[in-house]
């Protein structure tokens, strides 16, 4: 693939091997405009970076190379990887955010980001499931990609996973058990940052946080009969390793 090259000089020194790619993390920039953005991941003050950044015209940019560690993930965990900086490839979207304005992402920005993802995915095997958002692997401290990503349409490509829309269910929804299972669905899928046995205060950002990808037109941060349904489909489709 070609794209322009603006050397960020966040990265680990280290060089990593090609097997220890396992994610691709999506993320915005959450900046007022792409020159801001890039002044941000190649300042070494803000200590932050990502391998490519892909703006509103669908132009990409290389801010690090995919064998050096780039800071984008931060404090994150999925499964049993933790500090996925180290395991991961970051690709920055320029959108504004909540923060500035959050904007539908573009055609041209998605369909660039399409393509890359194919790319990477194929070059460094990467899993269907382990293509995720910030939110996925920083809940408590992230909201992005955000609830305007098309997570829907990328699923389409086997680029993320999700639900059939149609599925039926015999599950039986009980609002007072609902919790608890609920949060054992999360854990198998990938989710971490909370207790599967205790209530907590941030319970309610964890499920914004699912209820931002998969319903995106629903997030309440309350467990409905939906969003546990679309819970336990996606746990019992990893349980089985049906996701890909």
Known sequence: MQYK???SP??????????????LIIHYTGMQ?????ILRLTSLKSKVSCHYLIDREGKTIQLVRDNKIAWHAGKS??????????????????????SFGYQTFTKKQISKLEKLCLFLKKKYKIKTCNVLGHSDIAPLRKIDPGEKFPWHQLSKKKLGIWYKENYTSQLSYKKKESRNFFFKNLFNIGYRYFSLKKKNIKDRVIIKSFQSKFLP???TGKIDQKTYKISHYLANKQKKNLIF
């Open 5 to 7: 090259i603006i050397k």
């Open 33 to 37: 405009s792409k020159r801001a953005s």
């Open 217 to 219: 037109k629903n997030v």
């Open 77 to 98: 965990q999925w499964k049993n990887f933790k500090k996925l900086n180290e395991s991961s490839i970051g690709i920055e979207l320029v959108n504004k955010g909540h």
């Open 10 to 23: 966040n990265y680990s020194v280290n060089t990593r091997k090609k097997a220890t790619i396992k994610f």
